[in-house]
Nanobody, 124 residues
Framework: QVQLVESGGGLVQAGGSLRLSCAASGLMSTITSMGWYRQAPGKQRELVALITSGGSINYADSVKGRFTISGENAKNTVYLQMNSVKPEDTAVYYC??????????????????WGQGTQVTVST
């Protein structure tokens, strides 16, 4: 179906920048949106940024003005540019893809794809 591989995580000082990449492969024509989620220790996974196949973009309030999501269709890659990072941005970041496969004119199924996650640690 669809495979997602993240890269670009690591250790960064507060106020610094980091760029995450998510390379996708497989049935890309079925994808309706791509996004980034994160999960900090002891907390639930939360949406960070989302971009739809139509170009709509949404951000979590906590990252608005600091993070930018973008896509490069030719490379089937989605990026998350993280600027002015804060210690509270420390988490495992996961790439997500949502898709729909139409098996017939009357039957379709939605899918949720996840990458393996990449650790981002922001030091003070």
């Amino acid at each position: 179906q669809v495979q997602l591989v993240e890269s670009g995580g690591g250790l960064v000082q507060a106020g610094g920048s980091l760029r995450l990449s998510c390379a996708a492969s497989g049935l890309m024509s079925t994808i309706t949106s791509m996004g980034w989620y994160r999960q900090a220790p002891g907390k639930q996974r939360e949406l960070v940024a989302l971009i739809t196949s139509g170009g709509s973009i949404n951000y979590a309030d906590s990252v608005k003005g600091r993070f930018t999501i973008s896509g490069e269709n030719a490379k089937n890659t989605v990026y998350l540019q993280m600027n002015s990072v804060k210690p509270e941005d420390t988490a495992v970041y996961y790439c997500n893809g949502k898709g729909t496969i139409y098996y017939s004119s009357s039957y379709s199924r939605d899918y949720d794809y996840w990458g393996q996650g990449t650790q981002v640690t922001v030091s003070t």
